[in-house]
């Protein structure tokens, strides 16, 4: 009986530090800087499934100059909204060459989608009208790893 309390006891805290980690932001992701032009962006990596579904969620404020990077395996349709989501954010869908494909401007709290316009493997996260505010639009071109190849 004490084990089986001590298991029950254990997976209940096991499954709170689970559901307060998903409730709180990522902020100790590998960074790398990407440039635009002459603009340098401070850039978290998303690069496991687990990262890529909290993403930004839950960030109450981000610098001007940093957004999240999302990395996937192969080019794909890549279609992202904003669950829990609290700043507004612009999406960049960038190609295996770190061209801009197209981008999105996104809601915060919405379950609306916001997709690709054709496969690709990144998708660049920032506060929403930077790139506006920057002149970069589709067919602008990013680099830095892992774009210079």
């Not at 349709?77 to 700043?87: R, S």
Request: aromatic share 10%; net charge positive.
């Amino acid at each position: 009986m004490k084990i089986r309390l001590k298991i029950f006891a254990f997976s209940v805290l096991w499954a709170a530090g689970c559901a307060l980690a998903q409730e709180s932001p990522q902020m100790n992701l590998q960074r790398i800087t990407l440039t635009a032009g002459f603009y340098q962006i401070d850039t978290q990596l998303a690069l496991t499934p687990e990262q890529h579904a909290t993403g930004l969620m839950f960030r109450k404020e981000m610098p001007s100059q940093e957004g999240m990077l999302f990395v996937f395996p192969s080019p794909s349709k890549q279609c992202f909204w904003m669950k829990n989501t609290i700043l507004p954010l612009t999406a960049a869908f960038v190609a295996d060459d770190g061209t801009i494909v197209n981008l999105a401007d996104m809601k915060p709290q919405t379950t609306d989608s916001h997709c690709s316009d054709k496969p690709v493997r990144y998708v660049l996260e920032m506060n929403q009208g930077w790139f506006a505010k920057k002149g970069l639009k589709a067919g602008s071109k990013l680099s830095g790893m892992p774009f210079d190849k």
